[in-house]
């Protein structure tokens, strides 16, 4: 029960990123070719993100109707490959202008984004070792509980998305701002 509410988080983490980048998949497609994927192999064209970001967003459905290990493995390995991109971006310094979280332009890596997809790949593992109750059963099991739960998982889930996005283009605003100063 203790993991019901992160796991809840991820998912719909996974279907409000999914779901923005399948719209607007540029900024994912710019950030992957700024780390160099197209040199392996991989593909980065508009589609290509789209279908990920699908699956991304089909995955986060899966979640919340299903915390069964096979699933909660899956929303590990996929946190696990965003930490890997933020890394990868974060290593290439400069050259990764947005790292396309939710469809956003402006949202360059940060070291926080890395430490808060590491968080939740720990989250993830621990949903896939422990267990975790999907968000319908946890509902229905505990309905005096439903509303502040759900209440919190929204909440919590608004405040990762405005720490990926909003922040850092915050900080650059601030950053740029003492700059003009001096």
């Known amino acids: 029960m203790v993991l019901s509410g992160p796991f809840a988080l991820l998912a719909l983490l996974l279907v409000a990123a999914g779901a923005s980048e399948a719209i607007r998949p540029e900024p994912v497609v710019?950030?992957?070719?700024?780390?160099?994927?197209?040199?392996?192999?991989?593909?980065v064209s508009r589609w290509a993100v789209r279908l990920g970001a699908i699956g991304e967003c089909l995955l986060g459905v899966a979640a919340l109707f299903s915390s069964s290990r096979p699933v909660a493995v899956l929303v590990a390995l996929s946190f696990l490959s965003f930490?890997?991109?933020?890394?990868a971006a974060l290593r290439r310094s400069g050259s990764v202008s947005s790292c396309g979280c939710f469809g956003a332009d402006e949202s360059p890596p940060t070291p926080l984004h890395l430490v808060i997809d590491l968080a939740l790949l720990g989250l993830a593992i621990a949903a896939a070792a422990h267990g975790a109750l999907p968000?319908?059963?946890?509902?229905?099991?505990?309905?005096?509980?439903?509303?502040?739960?759900?209440?919190?998982?929204?909440?919590?889930?608004?405040?990762?998305y405005l720490s990926v996005t909003t922040l850092p283009?915050?900080?650059?605003?601030?950053?740029?701002g003492e700059r003009r100063e001096v």
Not at 138 to 147: D, E, G, K, T
């Open 30 to 43: 710019g950030g992957l070719h700024g780390v160099g994927l197209y040199r392996v192999g991989l593909p």
């Open 83 to 87: 930490a890997a991109f933020i890394a």
């Open 135 to 160: 968000l319908r059963v946890f509902v229905v099991r505990h309905p005096a509980l439903s509303v502040p739960f759900l209440a919190f998982v929204c909440l919590a889930t608004w405040f990762v």
């Open 169 to 176: 283009q915050l900080a650059a605003l601030i950053r740029d």
